[in-house]
């Protein structure tokens, strides 16, 4: 789907459009159409002959297994190089969507033949964008998207091809991958759901409710531990300036800690949207170690105990659980009760945390250039010994 295809059926089009159109009366026990398209022929209106192939074209519904797929790949042949292809696409797709064939996997005939049109329609033209839409529809409705999900790493690609596509129609086509995608991909549905929301005027009335979605779906995703991109997003702020609790535990993901986690456990808020307090709670750990390890390369057990309000015997699985998400790296020793951190994920990193990068970087500068120090006032040792002299 990510590129054009060639499409190559044999034949000359008037040839073609006479041979669709007996096939489409011998589908409906008649003769009429083939007439009707034979004079329009012989008049020379093969336009007009074609636009009665495609009128017609929902009984090929009714087609064998054998002959469904060539069928519509031939009425696809004519329709193509069209001038009126933008009239006929609409009556195309509408039956490829709306009528799934009674044949083995119906459905995902249709969605290969919708692919085939997609691929042979020029990439910078509005009608992929209806095509896509059509191959979204049958796929979602008929548990194919699975199938689809592969290609939407092209979608922002093809959104700038079209060129002509509406703010509007990018939203919804956004949600609709967003929605699509969260039973297979929870990270690129909420990636689809920032897009979305991406293209809100902060004012606009529909803006909260997605805003509110996105947050809900990222404290959700069990691989997001990072919220601050999120945070800075126009319509998230704007949750700030309506006091909506949505902003409030994003803040307290973002950048608190368990205490202010459980204090605003305690209202409805989590219940009424359907979040799970344990696991949320498991991450707001989770967060709270990496943050305890971005201040500081050597944790205690105790430390550890108390920012998680555990005991300390299970510190150990807590870091090692910790570690097997990605977000530190380092190791424990049981002997001192500690742990030492190699690499942490700084969940927010703003101007405190390039000012202390900046200074380690300075150290590490400082101690590099002792070590040079060191190096340059070592002599080289002197070999101690008789020269030889070779006579000539």
Excluded at 26 to 41: A, E
Excluded at 194 to 207: F, P
Excluded at 240 to 250: F, M
Excluded at 277 to 285: H, N
Aim: glycine residues 4%; hydrophobic residues 40%.
């Amino acid at each position: 789907m990510a590129s054009n295809s060639l499409l190559v059926v044999d034949g000359q089009a008037d040839g073609q459009i006479k041979e669709l159109g007996e096939f489409i009366d011998k589908l409906k026990d008649s003769s009429t159409l083939l007439q009707q398209v034979d004079t329009l022929l012989i008049e020379g209106d093969e336009e007009r002959a074609l636009s009665r192939l495609v009128e017609e074209s929902a009984i090929l519904a009714g087609a064998t297994k054998e002959e469904y797929e060539p069928a519509y790949t031939l009425l696809i042949n004519l329709i193509i190089s069209s001038p009126s292809l933008p009239t006929y696409l609409p009556k195309v797709i509408s039956n490829l969507s709306t009528q799934i064939p009674n044949l083995p996997n119906g459905a995902l005939r249709n969605l290969n033949i919708l692919t085939i049109l997609f691929n042979v329609i020029p990439s910078n033209s509005i009608l992929r964008y209806k095509t896509f839409d059509a191959i979204l529809e049958v796929s979602s409705k008929n548990n194919l998207f699975e199938l689809v999900l592969p290609q939407t790493k092209y979608v922002h690609e093809w959104i700038t091809e079209w060129g002509d596509l509406s703010s509007q129609d990018q939203r919804t086509l956004l949600l609709k991958l967003a929605f699509a995608s969260e039973p297979f991909n929870a990270e690129t549905s909420l990636s689809f759901l920032i897009d979305s929301l991406n293209l809100y005027s902060t004012d606009n009335e529909n803006a909260r409710p997605l805003a509110q979605r996105v947050v809900m779906q990222a404290l959700s995703a069990p691989k997001r531990f990072e919220f601050d991109e999120i945070l800075e997003i126009e319509a998230i702020q704007n949750l700030k300036t309506l006091n909506d609790p949505a902003y409030t535990i994003l803040d307290i993901f973002a950048c608190k800690d368990l205490v202010a986690f459980r204090k605003f456990a305690q209202s409805s808020w989590l219940k009424e949207n359907e979040l799970d307090q344990v696991s949320l709670e498991r991450k707001i750990r989770f967060i709270t170690i990496a943050s305890l390890a971005s201040k500081s390369r050597t944790l205690t057990y105790s430390q550890i105990a108390s920012a998680l309000d555990i005991s300390e015997d299970e510190v150990e699985l807590w870091i090692i659980d910790v570690i097997r998400v990605g977000l530190v790296e380092g190791r424990l020793c049981q002997i001192q009760k500690t742990f030492l951190v190699n690499r942490t994920t700084y969940r927010m990193f703003g101007k405190k945390e390039w000012e202390s990068l900046g200074i380690r970087l300075k150290n590490w500068k400082i101690n590099l250039d002792e070590q040079l120090k060191v190096l340059h006032g070592v002599s080289p040792v002197k070999e101690h010994g008789a020269d030889i002299h070779v006579d000539a």
